[in-house]
């Protein structure tokens, strides 16, 4: 497939590594049926650019090129209190020269603290213009038009970025990075047999999904859910990934068992901590220096070491973990992720 044709902005100068994980892969071992378990590599977007990385700078590669080509000069985009999304689209329209403002989602009541470090620290570090704080259950869409209507009302420019960065143009994000993954398991002869991935907003997962048919990978992809279970998550990365699909002129309709998610790992609720998590994070911290954070990529891992330890792997099979990245949000966690 050839992406060319689409806008877009490079903030990353170099592919970001896969690395195998043996110090992790034994010690999850060790716990698993038999004493025996998946060799787990990872996929470090954390290291992507606009600093300190994460998934969403791929999709904004791609959002940004867009809003620029259209002559905005103010871009509004929507997340939950410590959302890496909104972090990282300030930091991008800092590159750029534009505006930004946010729609805070108070998914849990009073959680937003404009004072907190981690990434509302960030915010404010950066410059973000303006935060309006929205309650849980809002029509997020809505209050971010309503933003950009009396943007306009004052003769600017708003692009609105939905969410997480997901809809057709974020989605090709993850597409170059199917395409990027495939030239390097290629050139360090490594097969993969399962890839675990975060599933939320659904632009990564559906991204995913679009590009593995569209470059003919055929690893089984599954999506740890952050914030839904199955029956509510998979619909949505099967629209997504149609759309980009779609977006693409593949000619295809994306067959529904190619989207796979997995449930329970999440709760009690989006964000807020649990064992699992917190257990995960340690583990990866302990065995291979890598830092998750307790909102998204804590409870992905976590997934994975679930899975394994009900045999969902095949003994020594090889598994690709996607680091999509969170560091600020680690340190508004902190008494949460170092008990003992």
Known sequence: MDLTRFPRRRYTPFDTPIEPMPRFSAALAASCPGGR???????????????PGGNKTRKLEFLMAEALALGADTVVTCGAPQSNHCRI??????????H?????EERVPGSYDPQASG??????????????????????????????D????????????????????????????????????????????HMVVGSGSSGTHGGLVAGFLGNHIDIPLIGVGVSRDPADQEPLVLKEAQAVADLLGLGITVPREAVRSVGGFWQPKYSVPNEAMVEAVQMLARTEAIPLDPVYTGKIMAGLIGLARRGEFAPDAKVLFLHTGGLPSVHAYEATLLKS
């Open 37 to 51: 378990g998946p060799q787990v590599w990872i996929k470090r977007d954390d290291m992507l650019g606009l600093f």
């Open 100 to 104: 930004c403002r946010f729609v805070i």
């Open 150 to 193: 009396a943007l306009v009302a004052e003769g600017r420019k708003p692009y609105v970025i939905p969410g997480g960065g997901s809809n057709a143009v974020g989605g090709l994000g993850y597409v170059a990075c199917a395409q990027e993954m495939q030239q390097q398991l290629f050139d360090m002869g490594l097969r993969i047999d």
């Open 89 to 98: 689209t300030l930091a991008a329209a800092v590159k750029e020269g534009l």
């Open 119 to 148: 990434n509302n620290f960030m915010f404010r570090l950066l410059g973000v213009e303006a935060v309006t704080v929205v309650p849980g259950g809002s029509n997020m869409a809505a209050e971010m038009q309503k933003v950009a």
